[in-house]
């Protein structure tokens, strides 16, 4: 066990297999592979389908917003791999692995694996999207082709650029420099000013494609060569560090609570930083307590200035072509996204209670005294979508129709301060969410087994933002005539349904 | 009203079938101060998050303040307990946190920056939890602890992670506290703690 060949791990691994889990046999391996020949059946024919539909040249128009949104997911990406390590070692393998003779590369090289599958997902995504804001006016196969390998070409670069930036500062700096440069390309897009390039790329000859793809899959490829020499010059109190926190990885992929990993970069940021102390306000119980969130936030600058940036994207999405069903979906979910940065306590009290228990505050009052600052935020944000989809001229039509018939034209933003109360009490829920539940029944269907504990875990919350912004998600779609009875439907419901949670909340906290 | 803080009769907790707990009887008096002692397995810990509340008992009876303890803001405003290190809320100092307990207590035993200098954090004052040692963790744990107003206060192995010097400071802070009338019960390994204490040993079969 002392070896550092190869051969050692994979020494060490097959032992550890041996005293964990009964190994896969023959009909495992059946049925994995017939489920798979499976989900390949059943998804298949839709995507091929997608593809198909795709055969069709792009929109001039709509091309600039399209690669905003690619490109900045793509950063999203970047700085979500930057923040998470990437590279992460269960903390076992930390543990006893990390600090052991074995060869380096040979310890990380599974972690190593798992993130290229990771970005080829995302590359694979990334594609698809590319194909579908430039359009296929011909060579439907090679373009889709095309499409796919520059995708993966990028997000597979961009991961390595990641793994290289955890080995040394300098790389680093290429991959900070990497992130911005996408953000720049997403700002310059959204304006027109890459209409011309933008055409030019969508109507490329196949060898100027030919020579594209290749000369990104190089690049990538390069990338990604360096990444797997440079794993073995990751400092190793950076991995212990990040797969410390990678123990909070471990238990979320064991409960498989995805929620428990924003955890890892949010300890990250703090632990990396020395804070001035300030004396807390004089205030009552329950909002001295809520004022931990306020303050958490104070210290985050920077990422409530991305928050509000972010607020343009609906209007993007609808320069893009988005229906307005996606624009509901977008809103909605970008609202409790932003409420859900500043319930970080209930969420702690709600992982572990013992803070809570010591601080000794009736959980009703501590939950409506959390809800102001989620309120604010998700209210102040999607006003500032919808003032952004009407400065776009997404809301044009559904404004003057307002102001023909109750004098409400434009006030489409007032149901951001009206929802607030409602997305409130969604973001605490899902910040109260137990992890989740496998015992839960596993429902059949021809695609596949679903596990509905998942399904649930996902829902909650999001359930309580539908349910509480069903009059603005129907005003959106049903684009009415007149706003004025939805506005006021959506500031009663929004009230019941803040006063609903916060009264249903048990006074005490977890039993754990 | 009640004679003892705390009332334990014929307590039975099984986890997983085997008997932790077995008939244990435990009466506490108040300014009383408790040790909970004997060796890896034998209910310390478990006996604790029953007089908390936390762990539902098998068979038997647990008061606290004359009845059954209740896992509500009513009790966790008289008892005070410290298990395993909490869970830091993000974006505070060490000093913040001390800060939030004595801003949502209404009187609390001490100043913040008492509680610094008695728990020897002054100059880490301004560090994130996370980012202190563990035995610095544990010192800020118990003054967060001892900081805040109570009655009953409730230690799972307070002596974790503290140097020698620190312990004898700390038997020092728990008498005083049973001084002014409040009432420790503390499961420990620490010889020191249990020397100024009432020890208890819980009866029942090593889990």
């Known amino acids: 066990m002392t070896g550092s060949s190869g051969a050692g791990v994979r020494t060490v691994r097959a032992y550890l297999r041996s005293r964990g889990r009964t190994p896969a046999g023959v009909m495992d391996r059946y049925v994995s592979v017939f489920c798979l020949a499976m989900l390949i059946a059943v998804t298949g024919k839709p995507l091929s389908d997608v593809l198909a539909g795709l055969a069709v040249p792009g929109e001039p128009a709509r091309m600039g917003a399209g690669v905003a949104l690619l490109a900045l997911g793509l950063a999203g990406f970047l700085a979500a791999a930057r923040n998470a390590g990437p590279v992460l070692l269960p903390g076992a393998d930390a543990s006893w692995l990390l600090l052991s003779p074995l060869n380096r590369r040979h310890v990380l090289g599974r972690a190593a694996r798992l993130l290229l599958g990771v970005a080829v997902v995302a590359g694979v995504v990334l594609g698809v999207g590319l194909l579908a804001v430039l359009g296929a006016p011909d060579q439907l196969v090679w373009r889709v082709l095309g499409a796919l390998v520059v995708g993966v070409a990028a997000a597979v670069g961009g991961m390595a ?5 955890q080995a040394s500062t300098s790389w680093r700096l290429w991959l900070t420099g990497a992130v911005a440069m996408l953000l720049v390309l997403a700002a310059v897009a959204v304006t027109g000013q890459l209409r011309t390039v933008l055409a030019i790329a969508a109507s490329a000859p196949p060898p100027a494609l030919a020579a594209a793809v290749s000369g990104a899959a190089v690049v990538s490829g390069l990338l990604v060569r360096q990444a797997w020499v440079s794993l073995e010059r990751i400092p190793t109190r950076t991995l212990v560090a990040s797969s410390t926190r990678a123990g909070h990885v471990a238990g979320a992929a064991m409960s498989l609570d995805p929620g428990a990993l924003t955890w890892i970069a949010e300890d990250n940021h703090w632990r990396a930083r020395k804070l001035p102390s300030r004396r807390w306000p004089s205030l009552p119980a329950p909002f001295a307590l809520a004022w931990q969130d306020w303050r958490r936030l104070a210290r985050r600058r920077g990422r409530l200035v991305g928050v509000t940036a972010t607020a343009a994207l609906p209007a993007v999405l609808a320069q893009a072509g988005g229906s307005p069903t996606a624009l509901g979906v977008a809103l909605l979910g970008g609202a409790l996204a932003v409420a859900s940065i500043s319930t970080s306590g209930a969420r702690r009290d709600a992982d572990n209670p013992a803070l809570a228990r010591l601080i000794g505050v009736s959980r009703r009052k501590a939950l409506a005294a959390r809800a102001v600052l989620p ?56 910040a109260g969410r137990a992890p989740v539940d496998h015992s839960m029944p596993v429902i059949d269907t021809p695609g596949g087994a679903i596990p509905t504990g998942p399904l649930f875990w996902a829902a909650t919350g999001p359930d309580l933002a539908l349910l509480g912004c069903l009059p603005t998600a129907v005003a959106l779609v049903s684009q009415p005539t007149d706003l004025a009875p939805f506005l006021m439907a959506q500031g009663v419901v929004s009230v019941v349904v803040l006063a609903g949670f916060v009264w249903r909340s048990r006074s005490g906290g977890k039993v754990r | ?30 300014g009383e101060i408790v040790a909970v002692v004997g060796s890896n397995g034998s209910g310390k810990s478990t006996l604790l998050r029953c007089l908390a509340g936390l762990q539902p008992v098998t068979s038997g009876e647990v008061r606290v303040f004359g009845k059954p303890p209740a896992d509500d803001a009513a ?50 004052a301004d560090a994130p939890p996370l980012n202190l040692s563990t035995g610095q963790r544990q010192r800020l744990s118990l003054a967060a602890t001892l900081l805040r107003p109570s009655t009953l206060l409730l230690l799972d192995e307070p002596e974790r992670g503290l140097d020698k010097d620190f312990r004898a400071d700390l038997a020092d802070l728990l008498h005083e506290y049973a001084d002014e009338g409040g009432t420790v019960v503390m499961a420990t390994h620490d010889q020191g703690l249990a020397t100024i204490s009432r020890q208890v040993a819980p009866s029942g079969v090593a889990a």
């Open chain 1, 375 to 430: 309120g604010l935020l998700a209210g102040a944000w999607t006003a500032l979508a919808f003032t952004g989809l009407a400065v776009g001229g997404a809301m044009a039509g559904l404004a003057d129709a307002g102001g023909v018939a109750g004098g409400f034209g434009g006030a489409w933003w007032l149901f951001g301060p009206l929802a607030a109360p409602a997305l409130a009490a969604a973001a605490l829920r899902m």
């Open chain 2, 1 to 30: 009203m009640y004679d003892s803080i705390i009332s334990v009769e014929t307590l039975t907790v099984e986890l997983g079938g085997n008997p932790v707990l077995r008939d244990l009887d435990l009466t506490v008096a108040p």
């Open chain 2, 75 to 124: 009790f966790w405003g008289r008892v005070a307990l410290l298990g395993d290190e909490p869970a830091w809320y993000p974006g505070l100092t060490a000093r913040e946190h001390l800060e939030l307990m004595g801003a949502v207590h209404a009187q609390a035993r001490m100043t913040v920056d008492a509680a610094l200098e008695l728990f020897a954090l002054q100059e880490r």
């Open chain 1, 161 to 165: 650029l990641a793994v290289l930036g």
